[in-house]
């Protein structure tokens, strides 16, 4: 006999077993990724590095243009200021303070990062909506532009577009890692909106009567965004490292007071074999932070897509 406690205890353990049902797909993919531990150990390094970015001025001890300890550089002896009180990693070999300098490099990283995806995604926004939209001559055009653009690899094509300009700046690093992104998200994008096109709201709204440009807008586009913001948090690590690449060769802005982890790579690469930690120090803060933007990208790409779920 199949009493109410009983009753309630089966219905408890089917919805322990079923968690997502009757939950929406934001709410289901946001439960599965706070309890992994891939993601929370991402976000807690994404999130120390945007509290450092925003903190730097504050935080930075001294000017990172300041050459206060060049007494100590000694190029007879090729030696560099150690650590000391008040210069927790010492100086470079200009005698700047380096802990300031890769706090204040910080912010310069996070800004080419993020106006680079932005503007990429933009870009890219723009030319998956006309192909995946349109179809036909228009999608055949767009993708053409697309496959030329992809059949280059990424950093190649940014240092040539980076090359074009006469004068190197942040800006031009920004520019050409935004054109390097625009075709991946306008590829993706392209794609989730031609299958929005075959589904049944569509067909439906279609059959309606509903007029074209409010079908796009208002039902295939928001429906196919999940992939594209996904995709934009793991472009994000690709943008710091080709950024950072960029600055690494020259294509830079040329004032280093103005610090930037690449720039500083760059810049350590004549000491680099008496004095491997100025490269040591903003290599790692590279590879730690595009790390944590990856596995945030990856934990959020398992958590919505069903065919990777776990």
């Keep these: 006999m ?95 303070d380096l802990f300031s300098r890769l706090l204040l490099g910080s912010q310069q990283t996070l800004l080419v990062a993020l106006l680079a995806t932005v503007i990429g995604l933009g870009g890219g926004l723009v030319l998956g909506l006309l192909a995946g939209a349109f179809g036909g001559w228009v999608d055949a055009l767009v993708m053409r532009a697309v496959d030329v653009l992809l059949s280059v690899p990424s950093l190649l094509l940014a240092v040539s577009i980076g090359a074009l300009f006469a004068q190197q700046s942040q800006f031009t690093v920004i520019l050409a890692v935004a054109i390097v992104q625009v075709p991946i998200f306008g590829r993706l994008l392209r794609g989730t909106m031609l299958a929005q096109r075959a589904s049944d709201h569509v067909l439906a709204a279609r059959a309606l009567g509903v007029r074209e440009s409010a079908i796009v807008f208002r039902h295939m586009l928001p429906n196919a965004l999940g992939p594209v913001v996904v995709q934009a948090t793991l472009v994000l690590a690709v943008a710091i490292i080709d950024a950072a690449a960029l600055s690494f060769l020259g294509l830079g802005a040329a004032d280093d007071s103005v610090p930037e982890w690449g720039q500083m790579l760059g810049g350590a690469q004549d000491v680099i074999d008496s004095h491997p930690q100025l490269a040591f120090w903003p290599a790692g803060c590279i590879i730690l932070v595009a790390l944590g933007f990856t596995l945030v990208g990856e934990s959020l790409r398992d958590a919505l897509d069903p065919k990777r779920r776990r």
Excluded: M
């Design 2 to 96: 199949t009493t109410p406690t009983t009753r309630k205890t089966r219905i408890d353990e089917l919805a322990g077993a079923a968690p997502d049902i009757g939950v929406s797909l934001v709410a289901s993919a946001w439960r599965r990724v706070r309890r992994s531990p891939v993601f929370l150990v991402g976000a807690t390094i994404i999130g120390l590095f945007v509290l450092l970015a925003l903190l730097a001025p504050l935080l930075a001890p001294h000017d990172p243009g300041l050459h206060l300890l060049e007494n100590q550089v000694s190029r007879a002896d090729n030696t560099i200021p150690p650590a000391q009180p008040g210069h927790p990693l010492g100086g470079d070999q200009y005698g700047r």
